[in-house]
């Protein structure tokens, strides 16, 4: 059965052989100085393009980022050194990579005033708070990406598979929030670049372990790595348990949306005409729109109207058709 699947998946005539793979995915082999030379100088150039882009809230920019973005090469690399049980640099050049894209965006935020709201930015807050669904999408990426360098007739697929993994983006969030200390965002951010690098190198070492590119040697060849596979369930682990409970947060924050409507609406009621026209979450964070014809009531009478429906220490803002936010605080203060 095993046979039959790769069979399909990979045809002999498209398959590409196992020294093909590791001199695309193994930086330190073949002409190392060449190879290394590129990686830095599209990685950083990739990171400052993704900060622009980031920074002015331009999605065409953060794109173009992606596709230039070479991370995934090291990433892949692991998956493959993971399942032959070969020892490699690859795990090196991600971490240092990260810690330059990282630094990056922490440069990059000192343009950014210290009273900017960074989840007005559509390309912050979509990348603070990833799911379950981000964890599907960047496993069904991560597998489309490993077959894809596996077989030579669908090579052009990989800017697609470059464009729909977030790998740079989210790390160049985490420096900009880092620099501007808003800690929790910047963990928001890590989290998603960490889910999209396990589920990567997850999917890389599935699809690796099926098209039998475990073998090394032929005295090797009907032996199957156990560790590659204790390792499969450790990152699928490691992958499901942060984003789990990040999803069931989010389910928790849309309970609250709720409760905090029915509380907002009891706040307004003695303020004729006004009306609460939706409550949304973003990153942990309950915005509240409210449309009235006069003056709001006093904010505190609205955190005290959310006391009890909503645990303490959630952030509250209120978004006013006068196109004025105002941060009422924390419920519980």
């Known amino acids: ?163 729909a993994i977030s790998l740079v983006p989210p790390l160049v969030v985490t420096g900009v929030c880092a620099g501007q200390t808003a800690w929790w965002l910047a963990l928001g951010a890590l989290v998603l670049f960490l889910s999209n690098l396990f589920a990567l190198v997850f999917a890389g070492m599935v699809v690796f372990t099926v098209l039998a590119y475990t073998r090394t040697g032929s005295r090797r060849s009907h032996h199957r790595p156990r560790r590659a596979h204790v390792m499969l369930g450790l990152l699928f682990t490691a992958v499901l348990l942060p984003l789990g409970a990040n999803t069931v947060a989010t389910v928790l924050l849309n309970t609250w949306a709720l409760r905090a409507k029915s509380a907002a609406e009891r706040w307004l009621t003695h303020s004729p005409g006004a009306t609460v026209t939706s409550v949304d979450t973003s990153s942990r964070t309950l915005y509240i729109h409210v449309r009235s014809p006069s003056d709001l009531p006093p904010i505190d009478g609205l955190l005290s109207s959310l006391k009890g429906g909503i645990p303490d220490g959630i952030p509250i803002v209120v978004d006013t058709t006068r196109g004025r936010q105002i941060t009422a605080g924390e419920v519980g203060e």
């Open 1 to 163: 059965m095993p046979g039959k699947l790769r069979a399909k998946i990979l045809p002999d005539r498209q398959r590409r052989s196992l020294d093909e793979l590791q001199q695309d995915l193994d930086l330190s082999s073949g002409d190392s100085r060449s190879k290394q030379s590129a990686f830095w100088t599209m990685l950083t150039l990739s990171a400052v393009i993704a900060a622009c882009g980031i920074l002015t809230d331009s999605t065409a920019t953060v794109i173009g980022a992606m596709i230039i973005a070479p991370l995934s090469t090291p990433i892949m690399g692991i998956a493959l050194g993971a399942v032959q049980r070969r020892r490699t640099t690859a795990a090196a050049f991600v971490a240092l990579g990260c810690l330059l894209v990282i630094l990056i965006g922490a440069v990059a935020s000192i343009v950014v005033p210290q009273s900017y709201d960074l989840l007005t930015n559509g390309q912050i807050s979509g990348r603070t708070s990833p799911g379950l669904l981000d964890l599907i999408s960047a496993l069904a990426t991560g597998f489309a990406g490993a077959v894809a360098l596996a077989r030579k007739d669908v090579a052009a697929v990989l800017p697609g598979v470059a464009i």
